[in-house]
DNA sequence: CGCGATCGCGCC
DNA sequence: AAAGGGCGCGATCGCG
């Protein structure tokens, strides 16, 4: 069998021996504009393997393998800049169509045959495409999921895992980042190996996660995968004309409050650019400066004095915070408007709608709908976390421009958004594992848990809690699921850092169970050969700094300890409910898609005439049987029925 | 130009 | 020697 497939005879050869096989590995390599969105990428190459062989099928590769000029950069007369002139090969050998290749690779996609992939959601939903938007069909297989179950603390992508794995390193060129460049052998190769490498992994990842007690957990991430399917596809639609709007309304803003800037600063200087803003605001007034005094330094700023070098005016944050209190003064005052109407700008609007004038950043909107990629791998703690664009920072909508970029998110037409959320699912988790105290009672009594607390602090009955006392309350949770020591306590409470003492005194004298619990996890972590935790399902999280010699590194690590448990167990079940939803959405497909999903918050389109059922259904995905089993404590979801996202909470 | 580090900041 | 967990991303800046 020939390993660079050109014709059909080759192919339909190639198909003869995959089809002898049980499961084989696919990898896309794509181009355009939008090459990293498998809904609207362009393949040009698929790749293959199983055992014993491992093909690459060129698709329109425009590069043969003779050089006839070189890559070069020449000045642009207009500009001042350096276009990129590319290199220019011969021509490439004739090739397939790939109608023709997907025509033919028809009864391996669609058979009973495992597909697996490195990152093989993106390899999917970018061929479903060449299949009528038909994703073929499960089992599925993936070994960056697998690798990271094995090891979470190395999210570093396919090479350098093959490095640390087999000691290969190959593709120094990167050329997958832009595969029409290259000569066509070596995006052959480069291809080829895009395959070969993910069948040895799997295929040495599967035993491994049986010996480690993972079958469980890797079986949940098969499901949460074939999910994602549906959710790339699904997207979230935007409303296009409010967020025109809002470009318009924010870029008039910002113009004025730039000026306010300026005017107040006696200079035009980048407010963009934190060194300048530095000078500005530290800088002495002959320099031309505010001659503030600088408080806080930056992280780069505390490990030059930790070096013993002296910080300079640069080394200190001009962060919100540090800003804030200097309140008053018309600079400050004109830079914090500025940073928060930037901030949205720049990241919520030209985020998604591009940016013409800037090196012509394209729109990530589709037919009026947003595709983010939600990586199931994404995190050391189990969560999702989500890119290009993350959908799981935009603004909540306490602000009214907060509200305002949240509502751009809206239903399909005839649609409703069904937007669920877990309550104080963390301190749920929590409660669980205590088994007693305070928290494990209020969620039975249905008491609001930061008032459970409150009672127990401040030695009254619940109704007599105050809204301070609650407030504090509240802090405390976060205090033990972070780790958080008195300095940061006192910040949020704003106190004394000896009152933020006591009070944690107190807290530790009322709610033992919470310390001991952290001390036991903690201890028994440390006596593992890898120091580890698993979260509810059985996910590891390994914290080998729990042996750390250096103490401020091991005391890291211990707070990373009870945070993952806890973090890591709410995400356990936010992907449960994600799977549980996704087979109900299966099942009615014609009304019910699910959308997004963040940290503990489901959205959901559900056609307007099916709003009860769907309701629930969901209700029924987040917290039914199956689901609150798992946990000792109930656990409680609220669905609200919007037309935009911003309506929800 | 491309890349990575840094700062800063949005969310849960 | 540090002082709250987990993310992704825009902008700047220095480097090769």
Known sequence: MRNVILTKEELAEAIEYF?????????????????????????????????????????????????????????????????????????????????????????????????????????????????????????YGCSLVASWLLDENRLNGLKP??????????????????????????????????????????????????????????????????????????????????????????????????????????????????????????????????????????????????????????????????????????????????????????????????????????????????????????TVTGRFSCAKPNLQNVPAPNTELGTKVRGLFVAPQGYKLLVADYGQIELRVMAHYLGRGAWYEGFFAGTDAHTATASAVYGVSPEEVTKEQRNNSKTLAFATLYGAQAETVAKSMKSTVAEAEAFLDVHRRTMPEVYEFRDWLIARARKQEVPHIRTILGRKRRLPDLVHGTSWIREKAERQCLNSLIQGSAGDLNKMAVVRMGHLCRQNPDWLNLSLTVHDELVVHCREDKIEEGSKLLQQAMIGEGIQGVLSVPITADVKVCDRWSEAK
Request: hydrophobic share 35%.
């Open 161 to 378: 895992l093959i490095v640390a794995t087999y000691g290969h390193k190959y593709d120094n060129e990167n050329v997958g980042k832009k595969v029409e460049i290259h000569p066509f052998s070596k995006a052959a190769r480069y291809a080829i190996l895009d395959a070969k490498y993910p069948w040895l992994l799997w295929n040495r990842a599967v035993p491994q996660l049986k010996s480690e007690g993972l079958s469980r957990v890797m079986s949940l991430e098969l499901q949460v995968l074939e999910t994602l399917l549906d959710m790339a596809r699904t997207g979230a639609p935007l409303d296009m004309e409010a967020l025109h709007q809002l470009d318009g309304d924010l870029t008039n803003e910002l113009e004025d409050i730039t000026s306010r800037v300026y005017q107040a600063a006696g200079r035009i200087f980048n407010v963009n650019s934190t060194k300048q803003k530095s000078e500005v605001l530290w800088g002495d007034q002959a320099s031309g400066g505010q001659g503030l005094a600088p408080v806080n330094l930056t992280p780069g700023g505390r490990k030059k004095k930790r070096e013993r070098a002296k910080p300079t005016i640069y080394d200190y944050s001009t962060d919100a915070e540090a800003l804030k209190k200097f309140n008053g003064n018309p600079v400050v005052d004109a830079l914090l408007d500025y940073q928060e109407v930037n901030k949205l700008l720049s990241t919520y609007v030209h985020g998604y709608l591009g940016v013409a004038s800037e090196g012509n950043k394209p729109s990530i909107i589709f037919n009026g709908r947003i595709h983010p990629s939600f990586q199931q791998y994404g």
């Open 19 to 139: 089809k002898k096989h049980d499961s084989f590995v696919f990898d896309v390599e794509t181009v355009g504009d939008h090459r990293g969105v498998p809904t609207q990428n362009q393949v040009t190459w698929i790749s293959m393997a199983t055992h014993g062989a491992a093909i690459a099928i060129p698709m329109g590769h425009p590069n043969g393998n003779v050089l006839l000029s070189k890559a070069t950069r020449k000045k642009n007369k207009e500009t001042g800049k350096f276009d990129a002139i590319p290199a220019v090969w011969d021509a490439p050998p004739a090739q397939l169509r790939p109608s023709q290749v997907f025509e033919a690779l028809q009864p391996l996609m669609f058979s009973e045959r495992r597909k697996i992939g490195h990152n093989v959601v993106f390899d999917l939903v970018s061929v479903a495409k060449y299949y009528d938007n038909h994703v073929p069909t499960r089992p």
